[in-house]
């Protein structure tokens, strides 16, 4: 049976990633929507090459000169965040795949839920800043949500049916990032193209940025929290520079279920596209006698305080988690246009956060609210 696939973020990583999927089943998978930011020739490329009824460019000028570009075909074009939600609710699609960056993944989740889609979520944003949204509407619609982060799909195969009673704690397990081994010291006067050479994964520019901070350790803890209905407290972090180890779950009888597998994304995409079947995939094997030895390391919360920072957030809980990640999305700008140092970012999110009021349970306009203000309050404070 063919699986009716849209995915928003089509032109990043994880999307470039789950289309390369589709072309290894292209007798399982149609494309049925794709949307991006403003890619104009990667979204002409892959227009004429999986044809979906519809695709979308957030920015309209953008959209309008790919229109142009692609009118001989049979694609429809539409913009802006009325086109991310009518492609997260078209009836000609089944499966929804969120791989875009950011918060603006959180309202073409929730239109998706309500379509009755199956989600495979990559957008952590989602959860971090809207779980307490999503998973009652995940609940009440009776749709399927697949995690796709590595780490989080490495949970849910390790989990494998269990009752969650019985988890002990989460071991959530990281590469430790372009810095690993840094003192605080040592990261004063770095600049981006320093921050973007990852050891182990191919990821996009901000992902990339957030592991070498460990905030985007920080946003992984708040979104288990939410998918495995576990206590951040009960969640530890390991930094597993192999990344061979993709997380483990501990049980209360002792016994720890680990995932293993080597580091590529497109196990994780196309676990989550044939839950609950397996197909091969052609990655480099794991091969342990290979391997021999694998490490682990507690990350250095002194020098990397994005991980603090997030449970600070986490167990202030409300909206101060939408501030934590907002008030980063800014602070990464502002680095990847080389107008801050690496360490500036902590002081910008920590500033962010100690100038917030916690709204206690939020709703979607109380959570867009704080992001803008927590978007004003980086800027301010970058400019001191």
């Not at 309209?60 to 965040?81: F, H, N, P, W, Y």
């Not at 905030?215 to 576990?230: I, Q, T």
């Not at 994304?265 to 197909?279: C, E, G, N, T, V």
Request: glycine share 6%; hydrophobic share 45%; proline share 4%.
């Amino acid at each position: 049976m063919t699986k009716n696939l849209a995915i928003i973020g089509s032109t990043g990583s994880i999307g470039t990633q789950t289309l390369d999927i589709v072309r290894s089943h292209r007798d399982e998978l149609k494309v049925t929507a794709l949307a991006a930011g403003r890619n104009i020739d990667l979204m002409e490329k892959q227009v004429r090459e999986f044809q979906p009824l519809v695709c979308c460019l957030f920015d309209e000028s953008a959209a309008k000169d790919l229109a142009v570009r692609i009118q001989d075909t049979a694609c429809r074009v539409v913009s802006g965040m009325d086109g991310l939600l009518e492609i997260a609710s078209m009836k000609e699609s089944d499966t929804f795949m969120n791989a875009v960056v950011g918060m603006i993944g959180i309202q073409p989740t929730l239109a998706a839920i309500r379509a009755h889609k199956t989600i495979a979520l990559a957008n952590k944003e989602t959860m971090v800043c809207a779980g307490h949204l999503i998973m009652p509407e995940v609940a009440k619609e009776g749709v399927q949500l697949l995690p796709v982060d590595s780490e989080h799909s490495a949970i849910f195969q390790c989990l494998d049916h269990e009752n969650h009673d019985r988890i002990k704690r989460i071991l959530l397990t990281c590469s430790g990032g372009t810095f690993r081994g840094k003192k605080r010291e040592d990261l004063a006067g770095k600049h981006v193209a320093e921050a973007l050479n990852n050891p182990n994964w191919d990821m996009g520019a901000k992902v990339t940025i957030d592991s070498a901070s460990l905030v985007n350790k920080g946003l992984e803890v708040m979104e288990a929290k939410w998918l495995f209905d576990v206590p951040v407290d009960d969640i530890t972090v390991l930094v597993q520079p192999q990344s061979i180890c993709h997380s483990a779950v501990e049980f209360v009888d002792g016994a720890v279920i680990a995932q293993l597998a080597s580091p590529d994304m497109h196990l994780s995409i196309q676990y989550a596209l044939f839950y609950p079947d397996r197909r091969e995939l052609a990655i480099k094997p794991l091969d342990l006698f290979e391997v021999r030895d694998l490490h682990f390391e507690k990350p250095d919360t002194g020098t990397f305080l994005g991980l603090p920072l997030a449970y600070r957030a986490a167990h202030a809980g409300g909206s101060m988690p939408t501030v934590f990640n907002a008030a980063n999305e800014e602070a990464v700008k502002l680095f990847m246009r080389d107008q801050i140092e690496f360490l500036d970012i902590y002081d910008l999110i920590a500033g962010a956060m100690d100038a917030h009021h916690v709204i206690e349970n939020p709703s979607l306009e109380e959570i867009l609210e704080t992001e803008s203000e927590a978007r004003q309050s980086v800027e301010r404070l970058a400019r001191r």
